[in-house]
């Protein structure tokens, strides 16, 4: 069975550039989350979505920062203008539903902002 | 803000040594979870312990889960070199389907 997959692996860009990241989960897996993780510290949830309805979009800069997961499949994070703040890997992970379901990584895009 | 705090924030020992972290939280939950992050990649599930239990096993970890405290601890018997990585406790709610992440452990196994 696929992993999540997340592409690009790795992206450089100047500030104040756009930049968007991808991310196609676990096949069957209805509920899918964007993390941030900035360098020595845990993963912070951005947003999730479950099917196609995201549902948890608190932690989300909404002013630069926007997500869509058409279909209720792969989904895309994208960001404009970036920042430099915004130097940070972004993870994407998904799961079944139910209370006691772990989630599952994708292996992130490591953004670097210059 | 980060629900967890992990203790320590780095460990080194020796391969076969035995490594204890531990995870303290902050408010109610409904399970908690620990994940392992090899250096530039996703994050892995290891193991799900509930509320309602206070020790569980998998191969060579065993959680424990004390809701009084609120805090858990996890160990690994037997370190090998392999199990170099961070280690990061995740809680989750009742009725909700968010993980909060801890600042996790950095474990270090010397071969």
């Known amino acids: 069975e696929a992993g999540v997959v997340q592409s690009p692996r790795y992206k450089i860009i100047e500030k104040k550039q756009p930049v968007a990241f991808w991310c196609n989960p676990i096949?069957?897996?209805?509920?899918l989350y964007w993390y941030l993780q900035n360098l020595g510290q845990g993963p912070e949830l951005l947003i999730r979505?479950?099917?196609?309805?995201?549902?948890?979009d608190s932690q989300l800069p909404k002013d630069r920062f926007s997500a869509e997961r058409l279909k209720g499949v792969d989904s895309t994070l994208k960001i404009q203008p970036a920042e430099l703040g915004d130097s940070a890997v972004y993870l994407c992970?998904?799961?079944?539903?139910?209370?006691?379901?772990?989630?599952?990584f994708g292996p992130g895009t490591r953004l670097t902002v210059l | 803000s980060q629900q967890g705090e992990e203790d320590p924030q780095a460990l080194s020992i020796q391969e076969g040594e035995n490594a204890t972290m531990n995870c303290s939280y902050k408010?109610?939950?409904?399970?908690l979870q620990w994940y392992r992050q090899n250096s530039g990649r996703g994050l892995v599930h290891l193991i799900l312990?509930?509320?309602?239990?206070r020790e569980k096993h998998s191969g060579r970890l065993r959680v424990t889960l004390d809701t009084s405290k609120k805090s858990s601890s996890l160990l690994i018997t037997a370190s090998r070199a392999a199990d170099t990585a961070s280690y990061f406790c995740?809680?989750?709610?009742?009725?909700?389907?968010?993980?909060?992440f801890g600042t996790g452990t950095r474990l270090t196994v010397i071969p």
């Open positions: 992970a998904s799961r079944v539903g139910g209370n006691y379901n772990e989630q599952f």
């Open positions: 096949s069957g897996h209805n509920t």
């Open positions: 979505y479950e099917n196609e309805e995201a549902v948890d």
């Open positions: 408010t109610s939950i409904n399970n």
């Open positions: 312990i509930r509320s309602n239990e």
């Open positions: 995740a809680t989750s709610s009742a009725g909700a389907n968010n993980l909060f």
